[in-house]
């Protein structure tokens, strides 16, 4: 049973940092391309970051882009998302996701349950 269990979310003041992780079970993350979604209050969820399954490419949404950063592990099975400069409008639930380094949602084949990011002004 493949298990992706984020961890590292919470509440900061806007120019803070916070990295999150994403710890998978169940599979071996180095076959797959992977990305961070996040989801806003009232908003639909969206694309954040991608990174290849050697780690040799990275994608970023361009409201993020300069400011977070993707990055795994593939011997600790486990993807990072360094986030800095943080802003009110990344306030979210961030969900790590699995089978696409791209804003492609239909080609992901797994989640997790998310974890929420609170940036106060």
């Known amino acids: 049973q493949v298990q992706l269990v984020e961890s590292g979310g919470g509440v900061v003041q806007a120019g803070d940092s916070l990295r999150l992780s994403c710890a998978a079970s169940?599979?071996?993350?180095?076959?797959?391309?992977m990305a961070w979604f996040r989801r806003a209050p009232g908003k639909e969820r969206e694309f954040a970051a991608g990174?290849?399954?050697?780690?040799?490419?990275?994608n970023y949404a361009d409201s993020v882009k300069g400011r977070f950063t993707i990055s795994r592990d593939n011997a600790k099975n486990t993807v990072y998302l360094q986030m800095s400069s943080l802003k009110p409008q990344d306030t979210a639930v961030y969900y790590c996701?699995?089978?696409?380094?791209?804003?492609?949602?239909?080609?992901?084949?797994?989640w997790g349950q998310g974890t929420q990011v609170t940036v106060s002004s």
């Open positions: 169940g599979l071996t993350i180095a076959r797959w391309d």
């Open positions: 990174i290849s399954s050697s780690g040799g490419r990275t």
């Open positions: 996701a699995v089978g696409s380094m791209w804003a492609r949602e239909e080609s992901i084949h797994y």
